[in-house]
């Protein structure tokens, strides 16, 4: 028990519509349920067309047969780590932020860049020098959750302030407030000194 | 917290290049997450069900229960080898490290835990102080993750491979707005074993 101060509270879990759903449909399928492990397959799949995807985006730096070793990892992986699966954003999102970085792991594995500097992105640079995707799901993943959850309903499910005042019961007015302050926080998280560590 | 978006110290990035950078992770993603939308061909469900068959397939009766019979024999081994031998073993400390009134307590994950998904911590400070985060194997002393910076009181483990973390350290420093600790807590956590 904490003497003294106020406990912060950091239970904010809006989530996605589609998120929540998903959650569900992992949990039924960590319970074993045939049909939801059908279903929950049929989603995965989708590992294959990303990571192909991925590849070619960053010029093939892998053959087709590191690819199938990708794939097989990332598939085990997802289903090992289906229980930290929170639904802030959809199983799409979150499966494909999962070969992004296991893509990225097994570049580095395989030393397919060379000259790297200490903590430097992997993927190929951003056109304009500035943060690269890697960067950004980082920055994302050190932000309070309510503040993660307005900027992803705003930029990756492309909301406007209004959709996402009535997702979150409040008003636009407070969400415009919660993005630029979260705009502000990621203007410093994503600065020069953003490659400083982080395992 | 910054709230001019028109001043810019040279730390920062400039607000029209985060916001490059964001539509460019979100454009990509939608992208991606849009084509896997389509159907799955025969060929991709065949390598989800390959890769996972193993691990959805219980193993045949008589074989689980060998299993389990050797399980429990390996259980009992341990447990009289410890009992003869770890009696002279220093031991280990309680999870949880309470630092007295002024203190910073690390939530979770803390003790036996099943699966290594969130960082939780508490801290008497009032506001929205700093944090740095660090994870070390407990065995050989590696740094497992570190993140610094940090607003909130937890950070999600969601998106992270956690596939090497057994038994494992937290430390969590809260930071003045120089960036050095003026607080410490940490804690033990490991996973259940199977």
Same mark, same amino acid.
């Given at each position: 028990?904490?003497?003294?101060?106020?406990? +912060?509270?950091?239970?904010?879990?809006?989530?996605? +519509?589609?998120?929540?759903?998903?959650?569900?449909?992992?949990?039924?399928?960590?319970?074993?349920?045939?049909?939801?492990?059908?279903?929950?397959a049929?989603?995965?799949?989708?590992?294959?067309?990303m /990571?192909?995807?991925?590849n070619a985006?960053?010029?093939?730096?892998?053959?087709?047969?590191d690819?199938?070793?990708v794939?097989?990892?990332? /598939?085990?992986? /997802?289903?090992?780590g289906?229980?930290?699966?929170?639904?802030?954003?959809? /199983?799409?999102?979150?499966?494909?932020?999962?070969?992004?970085r296991? #893509?990225?792991?097994?570049?580095r594995?395989?030393? +397919?860049?060379?000259?790297?500097?200490?903590?430097?992105?992997?993927?190929?640079?951003?056109?304009? $020098?500035?943060?690269?995707?890697?960067?950004?799901? +980082?920055?994302?993943?050190?932000?309070?959750?309510?503040?993660?959850c307005?900027?992803? #309903?705003?930029?990756?499910?492309?909301?406007?302030?209004?959709?996402?005042g009535?997702?979150?019961?409040?008003?636009?007015?407070?969400?415009?407030?919660?993005?630029? $302050?979260?705009?502000?926080?990621l203007?410093?998280?994503?600065?020069?000194?953003?490659?400083?560590?982080?395992? | 917290?910054?709230?001019d978006?028109?001043?810019r @110290?040279?730390?920062?990035l400039?607000?029209?290049?985060?916001?490059?950078?964001l539509?460019?992770?979100?454009?990509?993603e &939608?992208?991606?997450? !849009?084509? *896997? @939308? *389509?159907?799955a061909?025969?060929?991709?469900?065949? !390598?989800?069900?390959?890769?996972?068959?193993?691990?959805?397939e219980?193993?045949? &009766?008589a074989?689980?229960?060998?299993?389990?019979?050797?399980?429990?024999?390996?259980?009992? %081994? !341990?447990?009289? =080898?410890?009992r003869?031998? *770890?009696r002279?073993?220093?031991e280990?400390?309680?999870?949880?490290?309470?630092?007295g009134q002024?203190?910073? @307590?690390?939530? *979770?994950?803390?003790?036996?835990?099943?699966a290594?998904?969130?960082?939780?911590?508490?801290?008497?400070?009032?506001?929205?102080?700093?944090f740095?985060?660090?994870?070390?194997?407990?065995?050989?002393?590696?740094?497992?993750?570190?993140?610094?910076?940090?607003? %909130?009181s937890?950070?999600? =483990?969601?998106n @992270?491979?956690?596939s090497?973390?057994g038994?494992?350290?937290?430390e969590?420093?809260? =930071?003045?707005?120089?960036?050095?600790?003026?607080?410490?807590?940490? %804690?033990?956590?490991?996973l259940r074993s199977?």
């Amino acid at each position: 028990m904490v003497t003294g101060g106020e406990v +912060q509270d950091h239970s904010f879990r809006a989530g996605t +519509q589609s998120g929540t759903e998903d959650v569900a449909l992992a949990r039924r399928a960590l319970a074993g349920e045939p049909d939801a492990r059908r279903e929950l397959a049929g989603r995965l799949a989708c590992v294959v067309r990303m /990571l192909s995807s991925l590849n070619a985006r960053w010029g093939r730096p892998l053959s087709a047969h590191d690819l199938e070793d990708v794939t097989q990892d990332v /598939l085990v992986a /997802l289903w090992r780590g289906l229980p930290a699966f929170a639904g802030l954003s959809s /199983l799409e999102s979150w499966i494909f932020r999962s070969c992004h970085r296991a #893509l990225l792991a097994r570049l580095r594995s395989s030393r +397919q860049v060379t000259a790297l500097s200490d903590g430097a992105a992997l993927e190929p640079p951003a056109p304009d $020098q500035g943060p690269t995707n890697d960067d950004v799901y +980082q920055a994302l993943e050190r932000l309070e959750p309510r503040a993660r959850c307005v900027i992803e #309903l705003k930029h990756f499910e492309e909301l406007t302030f209004e959709e996402i005042g009535s997702r979150l019961s409040t008003s636009p007015n407070t969400v415009k407030s919660w993005y630029y $302050q979260t705009i502000a926080d990621l203007r410093r998280i994503l600065g020069p000194g953003r490659r400083g560590g982080g395992a | 917290m910054n709230t001019d978006r028109g001043d810019r @110290r040279d730390e920062e990035l400039a607000e029209e290049d985060v916001l490059r950078a964001l539509e460019r992770a979100a454009h990509l993603e &939608r992208e991606s997450v !849009a084509e *896997a @939308r *389509a159907p799955a061909s025969p060929g991709e469900l065949r !390598a989800v069900e390959g890769a996972l068959r193993e691990i959805w397939e219980p193993a045949p &009766r008589a074989t689980r229960r060998r299993v389990w019979l050797a399980a429990a024999a390996l259980v009992l %081994a !341990a447990i009289t =080898l410890w009992r003869f031998t *770890a009696r002279d073993a220093p031991e280990l400390p309680p999870p949880g490290v309470v630092l007295g009134q002024n203190e910073l @307590r690390i939530l *979770a994950p803390e003790g036996q835990v099943e699966a290594f998904t969130i960082l939780r911590w508490q801290t008497s400070t009032r506001g929205t102080p700093r944090f740095e985060v660090r994870v070390y194997d407990d065995a050989t002393g590696a740094l497992l993750l570190r993140e610094s910076d940090l607003r %909130a009181s937890e950070l999600s =483990l969601e998106n @992270r491979d956690t596939s090497a973390w057994g038994r494992v350290r937290i430390e969590v420093d809260e =930071l003045d707005s120089s960036g050095e600790p003026v607080k410490s807590g940490g %804690a033990r956590a490991w996973l259940r074993s199977p």
